[in-house]
């Protein structure tokens, strides 16, 4: 999607964003990653985090986050989100496709829906940008519209680099899409 259609969907104050894929804790599958231990903490960044949800979310777990987003309005709420929650989260305006602003390594790296919205020369781009942000026990989750980005894409693009375990295939109630939720560990 196009930056400008972001700006005025966030401007929007009656349209929930988080409706794409609901907010951290709704998403069952994610959560029990975390609850089960298979994630340790550590430092995490949120690829196109919006309004921030999971990456407060991943703060109240105790990790170091950094969330990232092109849309200068998603990241003034986010701010407001994760101060209202009484968590600190660094809130970066950048583009995923051509990261200026952030740089170093992640132990874990949370992407729900930002890979899903680039055309196929802009994921190139993204992953030219964010494979250098991992290290050799890196994790990332990864969840996606498998129409948009089909489970195969996902393992010529990540398959080199990590192991990939789908957790789960269902059908979201609002879109009525399916949706994969990934995750890969290096």
Known sequence: ??????????????????????AAHEQ???????????????????LGCGEGSNAIYLSQKGFDVTGVDFSSTAIR??????????????????????????????????????????????RDAYMENVLPLTH???????????????PDEVEIRFGDHFNITNLTMRSERVTARTIDLYYMAS
């Open 28 to 46: 069952k599958e994610y959560v029990q990653l975390f609850e089960d231990g298979v994630i340790p903490g550590g430092r995490a960044i949120d």
């Open 136 to 150: 050799s026990s890196s994790n990332f989750i990864l969840m996606c519209f498998s129409k948009s980005v089909p």
């Open 1 to 22: 999607m196009e930056k400008w259609l972001y700006e005025i969907m966030y401007r929007i104050p009656f349209i929930p964003i988080a409706w794409i894929f609901g």
């Open 77 to 122: 709420r986010a701010i407001l989100n994760a101060k209202s929650a009484d968590e600190k989260v660094n809130f970066v305006e950048d583009d995923l496709t051509d990261l200026q602003q952030v740089s170093g390594k992640f132990d874990l790296l949370v992407d729900f829906g930002a890979l899903n919205d680039l055309n196929p020369s802009d």
